[in-house]
């Protein structure tokens, strides 16, 4: 009889537990997987697992912020324009898809900035003048929101340092924003462990950039 | 022991749902080709993958039972089924079917083009309204480097394949604008009123166009305002030719812009000595609102107003006298309001429609009489778009337009000698089908009515267009449309008893779109009926009937590439146009003043990142066009020298918020004639003289400073760090 409840308790916390452990540990291993990903096909099948995901979770914003986040990364993978165009349209739907689970996030506002900021690759003559002054909006209102982000001050820093460059100017003042914001990685404090913390090594890139200048 | 036993006992539990069965599976298209990057999935679960470049896929699953397997694909239709997992090894092959792409799939391209930044093959980008050279942010302009249009240097306005400048028409937001240029005197081009900064998109149709649009005989000029601004900022621009502020202000949902421009052609006049003695250069005060909000639904409305106020006094030359002018005091006023709005109705039907309001008040004064003229025009509009099936869409609704003009001319002693008006009611209903059979094939079949009250005519017009896409980038399109228009007002204002003009167009196009490459070719026929004739009587009267008519057709090619060189996009555009026709005071159907059998333009822009620069240059060419010298006693049988112009312009950005730019067109000094001007009677040795019509100065001169302030918190979020 001892046994028979015991096992009853076991199997009960089991399935709960493994009902919030398997979302947990599915994003985990997605995340980890978006991480190690070096390819166009690793990166956007890392994006699917999100998508899958999100569609079987529903009001989850996490699998639909990382969905559209290995879908601009997917585009960085390709020299074809019409391609990253189109994975950049599909990185916006689903990051319209997480706005609406989770209103006024600054990380989320962060990455429309990184979606306009790609969008000016594909054609700066035609794109700059609107798109790039729309990147650095998102970026401000991110950091507006939360002036601790460091994905959104140094992508800031980053757009800024690009727009200094084209037009001659001196780099120092987007270069110090820049490394600002590369201390600010250290010091996140992410709310959960599937919170976004990426972004280091980008950062450290742009210092680099700014140290060759 | 009892440890081991309740191990024993929990895995034999855990065991059907430990067992793992793997899915695997082919993703293929209609065409039977293997899809990459397909989602696969257990729906509610995580379980799937994403098929690889073979359109292979694999994936385990703790899962059993029935089960329902997803595959999705932006583009294509989501598949849905029904799968019993009761093997270990599933082997599954799924076929998507695309889906009905109304806005990159199939559109129909004959007789049309679209500048827009949304949509992927368009034939013009947004930015090339206002930085297209010897176009000096004239929409008109940049339009006239597209094929279909011929080049009428002296009157600044759009004719298209053969037809006259009135019969291409201008719209905002769908709403009609009755006078879109200003009026200037004789031979002098005039300009478009509208700045290009307005406008996020055109769509300009030299043919063919939908139900939706009416009175226009030969083309539609459709132009789309952006939506609400980023953000809060201040513009200023100084030029050569005048000054301009504006205000934008946006909260939220909510923008409201103020601009205000002062524009004088002195100081160009000074710098660059012209033809004409003007006694003052033309010069006018412009302002503009714009108001806009956006619902949550999506929807929007829109108000904007216009007025300007111009003046002008020239003095010019008449033909055979060498100290004579013809004096020409001109003050203009003109208004253009129009709200607009779009909304959605559900999810299957959106309505769209306003209201607009053109006010034209002249003042001409010559030598020896002086005319005021009034037209005031009200179009309202209703439309309602339909998605009746993934296949149907409907477009239905009606307009009315309702038109009054009045002209009063005076003596020397300001006493009214003549007054001339008419007004009428236009009423309009239209319907248009467009029937997608597939991503490949669109059909659309519509018709309009048209009432018009004053002169009692009744037109029913129908038109039909059908596109078919051969492969990814190419496609046929064909288009088969009547269209009826209204006499214009210098006719209407003497006669009821008018009808109607007729046009139908035959238009068979091909298109061929590929990664920043653009070719189309096109050809036309294009048949006029009921052209408005006026003939002296035997008693010498001027009587206006009817019974014109005439015929154009040619052929168009067009050649766009923004890919083969790295920051270098160019368009060459060549016409060819045969037209005749018989209609005001022709005798007989002969060519018209206004065409000309060869047009080419040749657009080229390069970006220089290194000097932050963007040059650009504009070839035009067109050849003679017909005048009549009537020393020869034959209509429109002389053809006056070829066209050629090449104009340049440079951008400069300063600094993020400070462009440079400068434009002079006709670099080489091209010496064009645009006709000649012939004295009404003949010298003493019975000999017309003639003075040719040329532009004012050989070149155009214009240097400007686009300068833009923005205290948005955001845009400054930079200081704040």
Known sequence: MKNVLLLLLVTCLNTTFSLADKYESAMSMAIEKLYQSNSLESYLDAAATFERIGAAEKTEWLPYYYACLGNIWTSHQTQDLVAIDEYLDKAQVLLDHAGQLSPNNDEIVTLQGYIYMMKVVVDPPTRGPEYSGRAMQEFGKAAGMNPNNPRATVLLGRMQMGTDQFFGNDITESCSIISRGVKMFDDQKPKSKLDPVWGKEMAEMFVKECQAN | MKFVHLFILLSSIYQPILSQNMITGMIKDEFGSPMFGVNIYLKDTYDGASSDLNGKFAFKTEESGQQTIVASFIGYKTYEALLEISQNKIDLTIVLQEEINKIDGVTISAGA???????????????DIVTTAGATADITGVMNTLPGTQTVGEEGRLFVRGGAGHEAKTFINGLLVAEPYGLTPNNIPSRFRFSP?????????????????????????????????????????????????????????????????????????????????????????NTTLHFKHKFDGGGNIQAYSNYDQSTMILDQPLP?????????????????????????????????????YSGNVNRIEGDNFKLDSKLN?????????????????????????????????????????????????????????????????????????????????????PRASLAYKLDQNSQFSMAYGKFSQLPVKEYLKWSTQLKSELATHYILNYQFVKEGRIFRSEIYYKNYDQLTT?????????????????????????????KTINYVDYWISYSYLDTKRKYDIYPYQVMPYYASSHNLSIVYKHFIPGIKSQIGGTFSFASGRPYTDPNTGKFNSMMTKNYNDLSVNYSYLLKPNLIFHAAVSNVFGFNNVFGYQFNAEPNENGVYESIPIQPQAKRFLFIGFFITISKDKNANQLNNL
Not at chain 2, 536 to 562: C, H, I, M, P, V
């Open chain 2, 377 to 461: 025009t009200i179009h309202t509009k209703l439309v309602f778009d339909q998605d009746v099936s993934e296949h149907i869409q409907l477009k239905y609704g009606g307009e009315l337009i309702f038109d009054q003009y009045e002209e009063l001319i005076f003596d020397l002693e300001n006493k009214p000698v003549q007054q001339l008006k008419y007004s009428n009611d236009l009423i309009s209903p239209f319907a248009e089908a467009n029937v997608y059979f597939s991503n490949k094939l669109v059909a659309r079949i519509g018709a309009r009515y048209e009432s018009n009250e004053f002169i009692n005519a009744h037109n029913l017009t």
């Open chain 2, 197 to 285: 900064f307005l406008f996020k998109g055109a769509f300009f149709s030299t043919g063919g166009y939908s139900a939706e649009y009416g009175q226009a005989l030969s083309s539609v000029l459709q132009l789309n305002t952006y939506d609400i601004p980023a953000r809060s900022q201040t513009d200023i621009s100084i030029m050569t030719v005048g000054a301009d502020i504006s205000q934008t202000m946006k909260k939220n949902n909510t923008s409201l812009y103020g601009q205000i421009q002062y524009t004088d052609l002195t100081p160009t006049f000074v710098l660059i000595p012209q033809e004409y003695e003007w006694e003052r250069a033309p010069n006018s005060l």
């Open chain 2, 534 to 562: 006026s003939e002296l009587d035997s008693e010498n009267r001027t009587q206006f009937s009817n019974s014109g008519y005439g015929d154009a057709k040619g052929f168009e090619l067009f050649w766009r590439d923004s």
């Open chain 2, 113 to 127: 083009f679209e500048a827009s930044d949304k949509k992927k093959s368009v034939v013009l980008k947004t930015f």
């Open chain 2, 320 to 356: 055979g006298n060498i100290n004579e002018y013809g004096r020409n005091d001109i003050v203009i006023k003109n208004t253009y309001s129009n709200v607009a709005f779009n909304n959605s109705l559900g999810s299957r039907i959106s309505i769209q429609g306003g209201m607009s």
